[in-house]
């Protein structure tokens, strides 16, 4: 399930960008949470069976200009569903200190 879950979030990165066959992806990984609440804004029903995961990992891509930018650090929230369909949200880290 852990493939299942970084699939989706690369896929959900490749719709952010400007050039999404341009993507490396590299360090990528994913986690079931199974303490605590999840944060994220993922409908999540434990009740139901619903597994939520937590996912890193690192995203190089081409700007408008063609060249790359260099690797960016992304994380994403993701949910499989007891029905079996599976809910993403990417978004790149902010890092303190960093001009992009």
Not at 4 to 9: L, R
Not at 22 to 50: C, I, K, N, R
Not at 58 to 84: F, T
Request: glycine share 10%; hydrophobic share 35%; proline share 5%.
């Amino acid at each position: 399930m852990e493939s299942e879950v970084i699939y989706a979030c690369q896929s959900a990165v490749k719709n952010q960008l400007k050039d999404p066959d341009s993507v490396h992806f590299s360090s990528w990984e994913a986690w079931e949470v199974t303490t605590g609440t999840p944060m994220g804004a993922l409908t999540y029903s434990p009740e139901l069976g619903d597994k939520f995961y937590n996912s890193v990992g690192v995203v190089n891509a081409a700007n408008s200009l063609g060249g790359y930018v260099g690797d960016k650090p992304y994380v994403c929230d993701g949910v499989i569903s007891h029905d079996g369909t599976t809910y993403v949200r990417a978004r790149p880290v902010s890092i303190l200190g960093s001009d992009s």
